[in-house]
T-cell receptor
């Protein structure tokens, strides 16, 4: 129940296209859903995050869509650029439950944007 | 920037050897974490510490130990390294009350 399932494992998108990465969770106590971006040779860095009280959050070309009833959330990258090529991790945490700031990470998606 | 640093960045060691990975931070954060990253498995939490006197096991703590020497320093030890501990290890920090974690650049460990 603590797992966060992420798909696809890898994704190839043409420049200017839309990249979509999906995550699903089981634990209904999760109330914080961040996405982290990791470039080769670097540690992950927070990209964007959402709380379940909203269905969508947008920051520039990056949008999180959240479906509470389906227990799913996704990252959309609009107008994908070669510089977006990286590994993306979704994660989940139970913030209001006492929280420990512990993040449960998905397995990662390797995105390649072809010029 | 080098707010969270990890040493060494790369290490090759032999089975049975003791090894220590070190993490230092200048962010002033009270919370620190150790993760390992394996292809297809994502990031898994090994240990976490909310302050110098508070250390907790994560989901995969077996075979590892940690030491929080100061607020800014958190070390991970493998007492007797084995090949399936070959992985990329990340240290992370966060401030209490904030959900964002800041990761170091990672240590690539190979156990032969």
């Amino acid at each position: 129940q603590q797992q966060v399932k992420q798909s696809p494992q890898s994704l190839i998108v043409q420049k200017g296209g839309i990249s979509i990465i999906n995550c699903a969770y089981e634990n209904t106590a999760f109330d914080y859903f961040p996405w982290y971006q990791q470039f080769p040779g670097k540690g992950p860095a927070l990209l964007i995050a959402i709380r379940p009280d909203v269905s969508e959050k947008k920051e520039g070309r990056f949008t999180i869509s959240f479906n509470k009833s389906a227990k799913q959330f996704s990252l959309h990258i609009m107008d994908s650029q070669p510089g977006d090529s990286a590994t993306y991790f979704c994660a989940a945490s139970n913030v209001l439950g006492g929280a420990t700031n512990k993040l449960i990470f998905g397995t990662g998606t390797l995105l390649a944007v072809q010029p | 920037d080098a707010d969270v640093t990890q040493t060494p960045r790369n290490r090759i060691t032999k089975t049975g050897k003791r090894i220590m990975l070190e993490c230092s931070q200048t962010k002033g954060h009270d919370r620190m974490y150790w993760y390992r990253q394996d292809p297809g498995l994502g990031l898994r939490l090994i240990y976490y510490s909310f302050d110098v006197k508070d250390i907790n096991k994560g989901e995969i703590s077996d075979g590892y130990s940690v030491s929080r020497q100061a607020q800014a320093k958190f070390s991970l030890s493998l007492e007797s390294a084995i090949p399936n501990q070959t992985a990329l290890y990340f240290c992370a920090t966060s401030r209490s009350g904030s959900h964002e974690q800041y990761f170091g650049p990672g240590t690539r460990l190979t156990v032969t």
